[in-house]
């Protein structure tokens, strides 16, 4: 597949060098691309990142992120995948959206996207290589079916077993999730790392 990363940072980076290493073309996007460097794939705009991919990932930080995508317009995301990683917090580790969710608010500002959330409820390092811990739970949340599930292929290039990967339902679900960072930051205080995540048994 052909994935634009929307990002440049840790968790982009993480992203992208995974999903290189399971065979997929990464292009990273970037306010300033000639300023990256060499990040192991070609870093190019954020509009390009966009508009020559059909699979769009959201690691830009999460309370700028509703600016940024909207910044590069809606029209280009008609028909992505839209796949949506980011947390939105405040400086002092405050929900930007307590009512709603970043996924929310990136499916209305951009209609004709296929918006999904996961990957946020642990540390990207954990996501990316769910075999280093005895397994654990991923969750996703999405309104398009056909995004759900090329999502949950790039889910299972990382190691994802079925009965891991969660579907929460709706995009709207994806407000549970993302309040999951809040129980994940005092998680991590408490235990002193971040290499932890939960699990869902029934």
């Not at 992120?65 to 910044?71: H, R």
């Not at 590069?72 to 002092?92: E, Q, Y």
């Not at 991923?138 to 309104?143: I, L, N």
Request: charged share 15%; hydrophobic share 45%; with cysteine.
């Amino acid at each position: 597949m052909q994935i634009g990363i929307l990002g440049t940072g840790n968790v982009a980076q993480t992203l992208g060098r995974r999903w290189s290493a399971a065979g997929h073309r990464i292009t990273f996007g970037s306010r300033d691309p000639a300023s990256k460097g060499t990040l192991g794939a070609p870093v190019t705009s954020l509009a390009a990142a966009v508009a020559e991919n059909d699979i769009v990932v959201n690691a830009t930080p999460g309370s700028a992120s509703l600016e940024v995508l909207d910044g590069i317009g809606a029209a280009p995301f008609a028909g992505k995948v839209l796949v949506d990683v980011a947390n939105a917090v405040t400086p002092s580790f405050e929900l930007v959206y307590p009512n709603s969710s970043l996924a929310e608010k990136l499916q209305a500002a951009l209609p004709e996207a296929k918006v999904v959330k996961t990957m946020n409820t642990a540390a990207m390092s954990v996501m990316t290589e769910p075999a280093t811990l005895p397994p654990t739970s991923v969750f996703m949340s999405g309104d398009d079916a056909g995004a759900k599930a090329t999502v949950t292929s790039l889910l299972k290039d990382f190691g994802w077993a079925d009965g891991s990967i969660v579907d929460l339902g709706g995009i709207r679900s994806a407000r549970g999730p993302e309040h999951c960072i809040l129980i994940f930051a005092a998680l991590m205080q408490s235990l002193g790392t971040p290499r932890f995540n939960i699990r869902i048994v029934t």
